[in-house]
């Protein structure tokens, strides 16, 4: 009877432990902390911390990404590379054209498809290898334009590559890069009114010299560089070589100079009669000014400075002068313009 006491005792204690054992085990595992994907009970930085390309940078063929998606693991913590036409290929996903995209567009795209799955997807996408970057290059180069540019290139590689400057550049190259990209990492750079654009202008001549090799920096993705045209004058008529002449750095010429610098005035030149014609603000016509070049050479009249945009003609000594209504008809009809760019 004790025995049968005894043996009744032990199995209700084990019965009691089997029951903890069989509930209690799953209730605390349930209990303890779901590590999140990517994680092994040890919290991993976000892509921002890791130096990662920030989510404005814009996709091209051949980048290669990793996507972060929680409680999917067919795609997430994979390596995966656009194709060279700039397609991505995902389980689950299908195709998606992600060339043109930025990370933040790619991720919301992702996000989208997901739901078809998950309630609240969570995905975040890091750029693993660059291998594209969109860059504008516009103003004074051979061949302006979006460029999709293929690794790291400075911008003295950049302005080669878009055909080098051509006569008319102005002295200074411009550097915009969007403030989600960054500040541009030189002391001169500033912010633009708007807070939108980290901006520096460079001295032209001495990048691409070769004198100032700390300032040919990266270009980064969606950096736009722009090369403004220099200040010039117009020299037309009796000259050896006719056309623009680009104002050095002080912005100022004389007459005599101009003339020089198209290569002097011919034999059928009339020097007596050189005139300006300059814009004035609020009028439609410009003003004439007579200069006695015949005089000036000769160390009789002192010589006259020109200002951006002036024309100087130097007429035929053998016809009539050229009147300044028709010298205005033939620079509207693209005489210089198609050459040279509108005339300020």
Request: net charge negative; aromatic share 2%.
């Amino acid at each position: 009877m004790y025995r049968e006491s005894a043996l009744l005792h032990v199995t209700k204690r084990c019965g009691l432990w089997a029951v903890v054992l069989l509930t209690g085990w799953p209730l605390a595992a349930s209990a303890a902390p779901r590590p999140q994907s990517g994680q092994a009970g040890v919290s991993q930085p976000r892509a921002e911390d890791e130096g990662s390309a920030p989510t404005a940078y814009v996709l091209g063929p051949d980048d290669q990404i990793v996507i972060h998606a929680v409680d999917v693991p067919d795609i997430s913590e994979k390596p995966q590379k656009l194709d060279r036409d700039g397609d991505l290929r995902l389980p689950m996903v299908g195709r998606i054209h992600a060339a043109g995209m930025t990370v933040a567009e790619l991720e919301s795209e992702l996000t989208k498809r997901l739901k078809v799955y998950l309630q609240e997807p969570d995905v975040t996408v890091t750029v693993a290898e660059s291998h594209t970057q969109p860059v504008s290059i516009v103003g004074a180069v051979a061949t302006s334009g979006l460029k999709q540019l293929e690794g790291g290139k400075t911008i003295v590689e950049v302005l080669s590559m878009s055909g080098g400057l051509t006569a008319d550049a102005g002295p200074t190259v411009r550097i915009a890069r969007k403030l989600s990209q960054g500040r541009i990492p030189l002391a001169e750079a500033v912010d633009d009114p708007s807070g939108a654009f980290s901006i520096v202008d460079l001295d032209a001549r001495a990048l691409l010299e070769g004198r100032t090799p700390e300032k040919n920096i990266i270009v980064q993705p969606s950096d736009v560089i722009s090369i403004p045209r220099a200040d010039v004058v117009y020299v037309i008529g009796e000259v050896t070589k006719p056309g623009p002449v680009v104002l050095s750095g002080e912005h100022s010429i004389t007459v005599m100079e101009a003339v020089s610098s198209s290569g002097g005035a011919l034999r059928t030149a009339a020097p007596s009669h050189v005139r300006i014609l300059r814009r004035v603000a609020g009028q439609e016509k410009r003003t004439e000014i007579a200069v006695d070049l015949q005089k000036v050479m000769n160390g009789k009249a002192n010589d006259v400075a020109l200002s951006a945009g002036d024309i100087l003609v130097v007429p035929d000594s053998s016809s009539k002068r050229m009147t300044t209504r028709a010298i205005e008809a033939a620079l509207q009809l693209g005489m210089m313009v198609g050459s040279y760019g509108i005339i300020r």
